[in-house]
């Protein structure tokens, strides 16, 4: 069964720093990856998804990740951090159609 | 083009109580599913459907049932409600599966004292 887990319950960044989120996963063929946002009181929205193709992939509000199958991880990063980043974040995998999800970054911006 | 909606946005029961969650989206997708979240936690897949008449089982859907009788409409229904059921509930949409992305609803707030 495939799983993911998010290495760092909570991470505490200054504005204008850059961001890491970590995430490992395992699979037994090639997964879709996923970024999820969640801000407080909200439903989630898609931040970026890797799909076999390009590795490094782009997604929403300057995120990024990285694919990397020798290492199964999919880290999640910005070069600068903005206030309005702070929220939940969930690192996903998809399992036949249905999404395993990790336990959640929670992100903090500070001043 | 609302996407995914769902009712009430905050509910308290009473233990052995029912009610139903009502889920409701506008982008003509297949995919529906329902996931419940605990404080500090992601979230856990209750139920989904691939299409109208189409349900299945996902990691936790005991005290739970759920029906699809059109593409747009996929209510979850609690039918005796347990504190263990204290969550909140977040309905999701997709046009496909694995790769596809979910599109979610802003949840509901559900609390059984």
């Known amino acids: 069964a495939q799983s993911v887990t998010q290495l760092d319950s909570h991470v505490s960044v200054s504005e204008g720093t850059p961001v890491l989120l970590r995430c490992n996963y395992s699979s037994s063929y090639s997964p879709s990856l996923f970024w999820y946002v969640q801000h407080p009181n909200k439903g989630l929205q898609l931040l970026l998804k890797y799909t076999s193709a390009a590795t490094l992939v782009k997604g929403i509000n300057g995120f990024e990740a990285e694919f990397k199958k020798s290492e199964t991880s999919f880290h999640l990063t910005k070069p600068s951090a903005h206030m309005s980043d702070a929220a939940e974040y969930f690192c996903v995998v998809s399992d036949t159609g249905k999404l395993i999800f990790g336990q959640g970054t929670t992100l903090q911006v500070k001043p | 083009n609302a996407g995914v909606t769902q009712t009430p946005k905050f509910r308290i029961l009473k233990i052995g109580q029912s009610m139903t969650l009502q889920c409701t989206q506008d982008m003509n997708h297949n995919y529906m599913y329902w996931y419940r979240q605990d404080p500090g936690m992601g979230l856990k897949l209750i139920y989904y459907s691939v299409g109208a008449g189409i349900t299945d089982k996902g990691e936790v859907p005991n005290g739970y049932n759920v029906s699809r009788s059109t593409t747009e409409d996929f209510p979850l229904r609690l039918e005796l409600a347990a504190p263990s059921q204290t969550s909140v509930y977040f309905c999701?949409?997709?046009?496909?599966?694995?790769?596809?992305?979910?599109?979610f609803g802003p949840g509901t707030r559900l609390t059984v004292t």
């Open positions: 999701a949409s997709s046009q496909g599966g694995s790769s596809y992305e979910q599109y």
